[in-house]
């Protein structure tokens, strides 16, 4: 019960303190400009010399920059929002008057917890939804997989909320921003070197990249949902700098979800038992 | 630490004869942090309804103790005010209303008159006479003493976490009496001699201050200084005030 109620406030939260208004405002102007970007690109491209087929996939391509554009967003909004959550209440004091009520520390966490995988499960449908759209309804292109890929778009989102919350209990709100920020960051450096390792056909980059996955998951995922939501002529002709050359298996979206267990696990753990 | 907020490194301690780590026990404990800090963008009413709810109480309770306790505190005219725009009296009063809503046993208030104009000091005092008639202990944490001995029936005094000192300020009268003499033919023996029932003498002029641990001691003294030939004008004791207990028990300030 207390789980929920703390759930729903920190859901009202965001909604109250126009955190999700303002992401999603952002998301609407990104989609306005891509929305425009894809109008004169179907409008004003001289396709008239290129085949149908290849006409089809340059717009997939261009729908899949845009579907990198809201994973990115959709990220730093997850970090963004929930840094300040654990570690700013525990640092403002804020988190007495409620930790002192009948409420487990392991509901008081998961609540928040809920609230924000809500939250950013409403942000993910919709900024997802809306690309999706505008490759639908303006470039008349279908991505493929496209449930698949906004899952785990959201399931990497979770990911990185749970190592914020993580880091959230062991850190003060700006080193745990910089550490997962950090930590993203590498993941994604990593999965490019894992991409160039792949084309080059070099061992140790594809080495690395898969190390910096096992450090931090998160890009795995994107790569993964950028991989299932291409077609497979898409994936051959490698026309988008953001196709996806070197797909993480199903192993690594089973390592994602374990590592986003035992984030979680490891947070109630050290919530549990600091001093607030 | 009893709250929970702070992880014991060892030891074990009961609160209302549970453990106090006990969660359910918190239902019968109300608390006001000195350091008080609540959602800001909550409304008054959306405040107390949530913290209600968290303390376990019903829906209908809700509705009924929500402007109750507004009314209370004297925020009902701002019942659908965001607390963002509230000022430092008005976050106490409404502090004081969370900890009190569900009715709890047990309240621990750390310095709730801090930030209080006068009106508000005197209504917190209020209040917490009132929690007194309904049958609740109520823990005060000030260094505000004039309020505590307004306020409390008992006081303990702790430095550095340990407990020093104790009083009661509305039992029997006990603890050291300074008595103010003023007297001629003090004498060097009448001063020697008073030495059995007293801790200390000071004579300034005709000015003899005295310090003894019993009323009951008064009498004697005053039998003794008269039959010794000493003229008595003035004979006034005077409990220490709970500063000066302070002061003395606490010692030397150690810009602590």
Known sequence: MTLWIIARVTFLEAARRKILWTALLAAAAFLALFATGMHYQVRDAHFTRVPQVLRYQILSSILQIGFY??????????????????????????????????????????????????????????????????????????????????????????????????????????????????????????????????????????????????????????????????????????????ATRSAPSGIMIFYAAVYLLVALCAALHHFRNRDL | MLLGLVKPSSGHAKILDQPFSSVAVRRKIGFLPEDFRFYDWLTASELLTLHGRLSGLTPAQLRDRVPAFLDLVGLMAHRERRLRGFSKGMMQRIGLAQALIHEPELVFLDEPTSGLDPMGRRLVRDIIRDQRKRGATVFLNSHLLSEVEITCDSVVFIKQGEVIGSRDLHGAPDGEIHVHIRAQNLRQEILSGLAQWTTSAQLTGEILILSTSSMDTLPEILRFLVSSGADVFEFTPRRLSLEESFLKIMGEDQGL
């Open chain 1, 69 to 242: 554009a809201i994973d990115l967003l959709a990220v730093l909004m997850t970090v963004l929002t929930s840094v300040d959550t654990i570690s700013g209440e525990i640092a403002s004091s804020t988190i007495h008057a409620i930790a002192t009520k009948p409420i487990r520390r392991s509901h008081l966490l998961l609540g928040k917890w809920l609230g924000f995988a809500a939250m950013i499960a409403v942000y993910v449908a919709l900024v997802f939804s809306g690309v999706f759209s505008v490759g639908y309804f303006i470039a008349g292109v279908r991505s493929h997989g496209a449930l698949e890929g906004a899952s785990l778009i959201y399931l990497e989102c979770l990911v990185v909320l749970t190592a914020t919350f993580l880091f959230g209990t062991l850190f003060s709100t700006l080193t745990n921003g910089v550490v997962v920020l950090g930590m993203h960051g590498l993941a994604f450096i990593g999965g490019w070197l894992e991409q160039i390792g792949t084309v080059t056909q070099s061992d140790r980059l594809i080495t690395l990249g898969i190390l910096s996955s096992i450090i931090m998951p998160s890009e795995s995922l994107w790569r993964r949902a950028s991989y299932v939501m291409q077609s497979t002529t898409a994936r051959s002709l490698d026309l988008s700098p953001f």
